[in-house]
């Protein structure tokens, strides 16, 4: 929801700037001397990434297909209420696949501290973005534990 004084943001707005955060987030995370250039966390983070552009995908159809249902006439209502069926069908599997990620993601321990705030990073921007939550309390501590952990081999304890 649109807050007084600033621009409400579209699903359009989501997916378009989805496809350039890991760039830009990579970008302003510098590598520290020795850390690992590849980092299993940077895998994670592209798979949720684009699983989450493909779930704003499709509630940006299936809103099309709601709003088009409204305005349509009735020859053409029985083919579009199918087809918003079906979007509405593809939302459970997508919806696990991106749940399955974000999993992923808070499972994985980043092997350096770009890697750390880059991971941080990610989730703080899904939620200041659209408001995306992307855990319970429990997906969160699974963060936080993986986080500590990589912090912890970076320091040497």
């Known amino acids: ?3 007084a004084g600033r621009r409400s943001i579209t699903r359009r707005d989501v997916v378009a700037a989805s496809a ?3 760039a830009a987030v990579v970008a302003s995370a510098p590598l520290l001397a020795g850390e690992a250039v590849c980092d299993p966390i940077f895998a994670a983070i592209g798979d ?3 699983a989450y552009a493909d779930l704003l995908r499709l509630f940006a159809a299936q809103q099309a297909a709601d709003t088009a249902l409204r305005h349509v006439d009735d020859s053409l209502r029985p083919a579009l209420t199918a087809r ?3 979007l509405c069908e593809a939302e459970g599997p997508l919806g696990r696949v991106e749940m399955t990620a974000a999993d992923r993601l808070a499972r994985t321990v ?8 880059l991971a941080l990073r990610y989730v703080r ?4 973005h659209d408001d995306y939550a992307m855990y319970e309390d429990d997906g969160y501590r699974v963060l936080l534990f993986s986080t500590e952990r990589a912090i912890c081999r970076a320091i040497g304890q």
């Not at 980043?110 to 705030?117: D, E, F, M, R």
């Open 1 to 3: 929801m649109a807050q």
């Open 20 to 22: 350039v955060i890991p």
């Open 48 to 50: 949720h990434r684009r």
């Open 84 to 86: 918003l069926a079906k």
């Open 110 to 117: 980043p092997q350096s501290l770009a890697g750390v705030t």
């Open 125 to 128: 921007q899904r939620f200041e």
